[in-house]
């Protein structure tokens, strides 16, 4: 199996990127091919002593930027270390792309470059996130500011069937982020979705999932248009991290609170772990025709690897196959064929 | 100063409802008039030690519950003891409202019986939140599911004269809640209300604000549509509980996590309260022409005495004749006069 690798995207770029890579190839057998400046990868493997044994580099001179326009993948950037990674990846290249580079360029490239599944409306960005029980998947967490209802039941069906095939979950619990249970709670875009999921019959629809029952894994997928779904993640995000921070505070204090550090390490380092989203890798852009796995952009050397993981563990379970053979298809789409 | 008190709001009603409101009479001076059934109130207070001296009792037999269309609230629920306290409130038998109820039938009460400040197109739930830093004011936090960025403008125009004038604020920070900084991330709305909320001149817009630096107090006040509001609200006090759990637990594992639980208690106290939201008391609802304050559904005895504290606190300051005079009104409107 190969695994393209976006050498340059992500704020620890290049080197943290070849460092998970280098692991990636070590412990999961697979074959690395690296986009990016061939000449800065070879000095940063060089100066930090990581052999790119076994690993083909793609040339591609130029570098995408958080601050880029998404578009500019297709103008100004097709040179871009992610744009001639995902031509690789339609051509066949190699099996799934990874990137910690800009989510939003990701989605462009992939959408334009790589193609949807036919059927598919709209790929979403699909995060595995700790909980208080179990990990769970939710899903747009930023491909698609705006959403109709149809598009929350194709990321439903999604979801599905990813925690089905990579996660393991026999019957996950499929549920809309909302901001009450009831079935005519939120706006328009809610109580149509709301419908049109109990209709579907594709998965186990549980209903609304109000915020404050997703941390405690109150399901095993969370609907939410884009717009929500990022700033759910990112809530989560930030108050998990400024709770961290207090947490470290108190027992840094003094010499005392340090030993007590000493008395509760076994428990907070679990749950540090458990709280850790390093742990689970990227997040799979979910109804591109082929792997695409999005790092996190701060992604060191661990975080990198996890993803990579992930995009081996993508590829065998075919996702984007199953996604391909499942998606529900409209008369018309059908007649087309 | 008369503070009219929904006795029977909430899930600890009326017990804790009663225990607040006496705590309220007592330590800030107030005369408070209670709603709900008399009978009830007087065997409640009576079986549990509480003296009712100086307190004026509405009787109102019936309870508005959070299973209610809050449409009830004007048909088959207007006996309620909310209904009843807003009646009372509109006929200026009281200077301002505090309910722990149904939030929906609040705001439809509300709006129907006390009526909307003159130009005000929605009345606001106003949660104020603590933070990393400073407590922030976050609204729309649910009585408006969808909005137009007109109303986001209104929103921005009310949370920044009661951060001045009940939180002492001098210059609030106004930002929006977005997927992203730059004015042209999110969806319509969000993009339209970017470009009024940087015309308008009434307050410091310091722009975006993505959901990550809502925790560190990265806003004085932030700008949602109600849907958007509500489930950040809701997340945050999701993970804040969940993480709350975790950490109990792990002191509680044996002997010597307790120990160590003793060498942090300082600070692991001092943490609590800052994340403690009971400590604001309530969410205000800004745009009504007089002061309503929505107590937590869980309120106990302090933070429903936090929320009558923060209604006194509101009369003092005349939020609602600032609103009054300072919301910037259509030139049709002000032909209407």
């Known amino acids: 199996m190969t695994i393209i690798v976006d050498a340059y995207g992500g704020d620890h770029a290049p080197l943290e990127i070849l460092k998970g890579a280098c692991r990636a190839r070590d412990e999961l057998g ?14 940063c493997a060089q100066e930090n002593g990581l052999s790119l044994n076994g690993m083909t580099i793609l040339d591609a001179p130029d570098v995408i930027s958080m601050e880029d326009d998404p578009m500019e993948i297709r103008r100004s950037k097709s040179n871009s270390s992610m744009a001639v990674g995902l031509r690789a990846l339609a051509a066949g290249e190699g099996d799934a ?27 979403a960005i699909a995060s595995i996130m700790p909980s208080d029980t179990v990990p769970f998947l939710m899903l747009d967490c930023g491909a698609n500011a705006e959403c109709r209802p149809e598009a929350l039941v194709q990321f439903a069906v999604m979801g599905d069937l990813y925690m089905k095939h990579v996660m393991g979950v026999p019957k996950p619990r499929v549920a809309l982020a909302n901001i009450g249970t009831e079935s005519t709670k939120g706006g328009e875009l809610q109580r149509e979705a709301y419908r049109m999921l109990s209709d579907c019959g594709l998965f186990d629809f549980t209903g609304n999932i109000e915020a404050r029952m997703i941390p405690y894994g109150g399901a095993d997928v969370v609907v939410a248009d884009g717009f929500t779904g990022n700033m759910l993640l990112k809530m989560y995000e930030g108050v998990a991290a400024a709770m961290m921070k207090n947490i470290k505070e108190i027992f840094t204090k003094s010499t005392k609170t ?63 196959g199953e996604i391909a053979r499942n998606m529900p298809r409209s008369s018309e789409e059908a007649k087309e064929d």
């Open 30 to 43: 697979v074959t690395i091919t690296l986009t990016g400046s061939e000449s800065g990868i070879r000095t």
């Open 97 to 123: 792309f990874v990137s910690a580079g800009s989510t939003g360029a990701l989605v462009v490239g992939s959408t334009f470059i790589v193609k949807r599944i036919k059927g598919v409306k709209r790929a």
């Open 258 to 320: 340090k030993l007590g550090f000493l008395m509760v390490k076994g428990g907070l380092i679990d749950f540090k772990k458990k709280m850790d989203y390093t742990e689970f890798g990227g997040a799979p852009l979910l109804g591109i025709s082929r792997p695409v796995i999005k790092a996190h952009g701060s992604s060191k050397e661990k975080g990198f690897f996890s993803a990579v993981r992930q995009a081996v563990r993508t590829v065998e379970k075919d996702v984007c």
